[in-house]
């Protein structure tokens, strides 16, 4: 086990394009589960890739432990990575796939048999063994890569999406399985998704990207109350927080019929008029009078939860989307104003995009 460390790692695919990863600095601890997210074109694979040796360096420096990896040939960076199809020979059985690295490695036969023999039932695979992977379900496989991985002993897991390919109710299961697994075995996880309901629900912490840039690295739940800027905040949270453009004027925010009281710091700290007035669906107060006058366009009744999708009055036809516990007493074509909760409402400089700090 040891740690893994980006020293301003750059990767630029031709000359004269914007860099898929851009001087990354990211330090990963000992045994941490560190998910990589963020939309499609990012960089959070071209990050992967470059710790696995999979992808050239143009810049700057990758470290395991205290070792220099930045130019070690795949093989010798002592890590197993896990792909999103699984890469499993079709024609050896479980158990030969999840020893198949340690034959090669001329590990000894009773030595092998004996660390499958061990995560196979880390994996509740042991009755599978003599099965090939056409006889495995999806979620199956899925372990059978995990074991190939466990049985190496590396320094660090890396997973590429290793969930996508399984149905909705499996992916849910396999990732409680997978990320116990990863605190069981305390090994230095880097996980790759574009599925932030999964980043959040398996990290210890959480790198969010951008064009290739490092927007905010922590965990998932200081990513939820705390994003560093406007598009953390729109990415973290399902559904989204809602953004409202406002502007500000005497030490007042406003945004539609909505007011937001500055402070002299927040004030300060503003490079223009314009502000973004962010409130999660949770943090929304259903009222008569007093906050962001709406309409109700729909409701979804969940049960336990509803949902209210609202047109925003005097903000351009902005939709806001309200939580509530329950069954909502609101109905669809009613007028309702929307009172933000006390403390959590979230500032956003709209110019720059940075949060202003707390009132």
Not at 171 to 187: E, M
Not at 190 to 204: K, W
Request: proline share 5%; charged share 25%.
């Amino acid at each position: 086990m040891a740690t893994v460390t980006f020293d301003q790692a750059t990767r630029v695919y031709r000359d004269g394009d914007r860099p898929a990863v851009e001087r990354l600095d990211l330090e990963i601890e000992d045994g941490e589960f560190l998910v990589l997210v963020g939309p499609s074109g990012c960089g959070k694979s071209t990050t992967l890739r470059m710790l696995a040796g999979l992808e050239p360096v143009d810049y700057g420096e990758i470290y395991i432990g205290d070792r220099d990896v930045t130019d070690v040939p795949p093989k010798d960076r002592d890590i197993a990575m896990v792909f999103q199809n699984y890469a499993l020979y079709p024609h050896m059985t479980t158990a030969e796939n999840i020893g198949f690295h340690l034959k090669i490695a001329k590990v000894d036969r009773a030595e092998r048999a004996k660390r499958v023999a061990k995560a196979a039932e880390m994996l509740d695979l042991t009755e599978y063994l003599d099965r090939k992977p056409a006889k495995l379900s999806g979620g199956q496989r899925q372990r059978v890569a995990m074991g190939r991985a466990i049985v190496r002993q590396p320094q660090a897991f890396l997973m590429d999406e290793p969930l996508s390919n399984l149905d909705a109710k499996l992916r849910v299961q396999t990732r409680t399985q997978i990320a116990a697994l990863q605190r069981r075995l305390s090994v230095t996880t880097v996980y790759v998704t574009h599925d932030q309901v999964e980043a959040m629900t398996m990290a210890d912490r959480v790198a969010v990207l951008k064009d290739g840039i490092l927007m905010q690295c922590a965990t998932p739940r200081e990513l939820f109350t705390h994003p560093d800027n406007l598009f953390v905040a729109g990415f973290i949270g399902s559904p989204a927080m809602n953004l409202l453009d406002g502007t500000v004027s005497d030490g007042v925010a406003r945004s539609g019929s909505l007011e937001v009281p500055l402070t002299a710091e927040q004030s300060q700290m503003l490079t223009s008029a314009a502000v973004t007035i962010g409130v999660r669906p949770e943090n929304w107060i259903t009222a008569s009078e007093g906050g962001l006058d709406a309409g109700v366009d729909l409701v979804e009744e969940l049960g336990s939860e509803s949902y209210l999708y609202c047109t925003a009055d005097g903000i351009d036809d902005r939709e806001v989307v309200v939580r509530t516990e329950g069954l909502s007493t609101a109905n669809r074509g009613e007028k309702v104003s929307l009172v933000p909760q006390p403390e959590t409402v979230h500032l956003f400089d709209t110019t720059t995009g940075a949060r202003l700090p707390d009132a």
